[in-house]
T-cell receptor
């Protein structure tokens, strides 16, 4: 039972343009959301997070938006750079159960 | 600061054999996690330790998988006997507290079961 879904397995974007990655969740108990980034042959690294009390969190070129009513969050990368080419995982956890549920990931390729 | 260390990086075994993975978390991190990542899927939590006690092992196939964390520091994950469907990357992660805090992942062990 996949509670976190990333429906786009891949995304190709030109350098300097915006990358938008989407994530949907089904569990209404989720109240904390994270994005992790993974390069080949490395473990995932934390990128950005958002609590359900907010609808936006920004860190440099990365912004995460949360739409609780739609159970949807998105990650915006502006501007996209070649070093952003990686797999991005959306993850979520709920009140009282801090276990993380991960999506299947979206592979981003930034073209020069 | 040293990151999460895992070994081996790669392992190839035949089905029904046994295999063990080792993880050394970041110094001082109380919580240690083992995840299984099958190709094309996101990481799935197998077991979570808080110090040397098990917090969550609900998704660990206990008939073949076992894990321990001695003295609340490093940990081993064992599979015995292995099945073809165990082919995956096994990721170890640690955090200072709960998963609400950043998880720091090791590079993983890629297991191929033939």
């Amino acid at each position: 039972d996949q509670q976190v879904k990333q429906n786009s397995p891949s995304l190709s974007v030109q350098e300097g343009r915006i990358s938008i990655l989407n994530c949907d969740y089904t569990n209404s108990m989720f109240d904390y959301f994270l994005w992790y980034k993974k390069y080949p042959a490395e473990g995932p690294t934390f990128l950005i997070s958002i609590s359900s009390i907010k609808d936006k969190n920004e860190d440099g070129r990365f912004t995460v938006f949360l739409n609780k009513s739609a159970k949807h969050l998105s990650l915006h990368i502006v501007p996209s750079q070649p070093g952003d080419s990686a797999v991005y995982f959306c993850a979520a956890s709920g009140r009282g159960d801090y276990k993380l549920s991960f999506g299947a990931g979206t592979t981003v390729t930034v073209r020069a | 600061e040293a990151g999460v260390a895992q070994s081996p990086r790669y392992k190839i075994i035949e089905k029904r054999q046994s295999v063990a993975f080792w993880c050394n978390p970041i110094s001082g991190h109380a919580t240690l996690y083992w995840y299984q990542q099958i190709l094309g899927q996101g990481p799935k939590l197998l077991i979570q330790f808080q110090n040397n006690g098990v917090v969550d092992d609900s998704q660990l196939p206990k008939d073949r998988f076992s894990a321990e964390r001695l003295k609340g520091v490093d940990s081993t994950l064992k599979i015995q006997p292995a099945k073809l469907e165990d082919s995956a990357v096994y990721l170890c992660a640690s955090s200072a507290g709960t998963a609400r805090e950043k998880l720091f992942f090791g590079s993983g062990t890629q297991l191929s079961v033939l």
